[in-house]
């Protein structure tokens, strides 16, 4: 009869502990089935949480956070102007594993362009398989008009990838993955398609999949 329920906002850890805790007691209180919440974290701000305070958290009943790594290269992190480093993220994880929160993550495909595509391949594979994340949910990179990265693009800095070299990409990034019980997904594949499947059990049947899909013939 239990049952999850997650609070939909930005980045709720960034709150004081105070105020998150407040609202767990209004979920026991009004939602007294629900026994797993959710909700959205920044790297910097479970690392800024004490020990103690992300036991409490848990203890009230938060077990589920969904971060975006977006990318494992320092340099790609740099240039999006993420404000985190990729150790900033692994020790994040670190500390949710040690107090048993289960964390969500979300990459996207294309960040660094064509120039550090190879970085972020290999340096977003190498994080990932350094932690133990729930799911990884793949993003399509969109650029947005009137920003930094859009002028990065106009002036022929930043070289997007086509659809298919984002694809090409993210095969390369799963045959790099070594996780064990992790669902991975991606609903933007090509504009189109959508690919799931839990690893490892599903690495061979995507894999193969983005192969058909990458040579053009049917999903």
Known sequence: DNSSLFLLGQNSLSLPTTHILKVLEYVKEYFPKVDRVGIYARAEDINAKPERELSLLRN?????????????????????????????????????????????????????????SEIHIEETATVLNRINPASIWQLKLFIWPNTPLADMRDRGDFVELTPVEVLKEERELLARLELKDCFFMDTTVLNQYTLMGRLPEAKSSLIAAMDRLIAGGAP
């Open 60 to 116: 009230y009943g938060l077990r589920t956070l969904h971060i975006g790594l977006e990318s494992g290269s320092d340099e790609v992190l740099a240039l999006m102007n993420k404000g985190t480093t990729a150790a900033e993220f692994l020790e994040a994880c670190r500390k949710l594993d040690a107090f048993g929160f289960s964390y969500h993550l979300t990459t996207i495909g294309g960040l660094g362009g064509i120039a550090l």
